[in-house]
């Protein structure tokens, strides 16, 4: 683990107080002790380091302090606050901070969990679900009550162990309509270089007759120091049908590019495709 993701309403006046899962995953994963240091991700998306300052076994509650030490913690590998850095939290070398999207056509969910899971590990900011011509019925359903919770967990497990600064989010199920006009709102004109800056939009596509070039694309655009949004379509197990790649391309201005690898599973795609779009615009600056 890199942080500790600290829920709204658990912090108060520089406490922290844990019980539940939170308890047990402090005590009986970490086996944390009173006076550990342990960095941790606030609401707001300071991270912090906070001291034990109590274990009560019989309340099974934890509560830490937090502190502006930035001794050791007992947290693992790379520490979070690297990963800040690393992923351009203000900047790196001058380069702009990339807010990634994911427009994951929905395969089976237990093949979704797992590209949220992965997709969050990457950094990437908002995954919209959408309910595609190949996908099943039942996939969407399966986003709904319990599930959602389910998903909310693996995105905060996946961040801790990561280290993650970006508050992945998955919206609610949409058509494929309301997915492009989602990410027109969000770029104000979808692919026009505006105040805010540049938006650049991919669509894998299994066809390999499709013109579309990620570097060039990439390049045109002004890369890392111009890029502020990005986002990729990838398919379920069926892909994504030639219809749906065309209204991509003409309503929401994303670009169709094929890989030339392997035939890849959908998940494998998504891992992959966001990837290589990060790789090509950051440019080596990671």
């Not at 995105?155 to 492009?180: F, H, M, N, W, Y």
């Not at 655009?221 to 990729?232: L, S």
Request: include cysteine; charged fraction near 25%; charge should be neutral.
């Amino acid at each position: 683990m890199r942080q500790f993701i600290v829920e709204k309403g658990k912090e108060k006046n520089g406490l922290i107080q844990l019980e539940g899962k939170d308890y047990r995953y402090l005590r009986q994963v970490l086996r944390v002790r009173a006076g550990d240091m342990v960095s941790v991700r606030l609401p707001s998306g300071d991270l912090k380091n906070a001291t034990v300052a109590s274990v009560d076994e019989s309340a099974r509650r934890v509560i830490l302090q937090v502190c502006a030490d930035t001794g050791r913690t007992i947290t693992r590998g790379v520490q979070a606050g690297e990963v800040d850095v690393a992923a351009g939290s203000g900047g790196v070398n001058g380069a702009a901070v990339v807010e990634y999207w994911l427009f994951q056509f929905l395969p089976r969910p237990q093949k979704f969990e797992l590209i949220v899971r992965q997709a969050t590990e990457c950094g990437v900011s908002v995954i919209v679900p959408v309910a595609g011509e190949y996908s099943e019925k039942s996939s969407v359903a399966s986003l709904q009550g319990a599930k959602k919770e389910r998903l909310e967990r693996i995105i905060k497990e996946a961040r801790q162990q990561s280290g993650s600064p970006v508050d992945t989010q998955v919206l609610e199920p949409v058509p494929l309509e309301k997915a492009i006009e989602l990410w027109n709102e969000a770029c104000g004109a979808a692919g026009v270089e505006n105040a805010d800056g540049t938006s650049v939009g991919f669509v894998l596509s299994e066809r390999d007759d499709c013109s579309g070039n990620l570097r060039a694309t990439v390049q045109k655009a002004g890369g890392i120091k111009k890029i502020k949004k990005a986002a990729i379509a990838v398919g379920s197990e069926g892909g994504i049908s030639p219809e749906e790649v065309k209204l991509l391309e003409e309503k929401g201005l994303f670009v169709p590019v094929h890989f030339a690898v392997n035939i890849l599973r959908c998940e494998t795609a998504a891992l992959y495709g966001i990837a290589a779009v990060q790789s090509e615009i950051q440019g080596g600056v990671i």
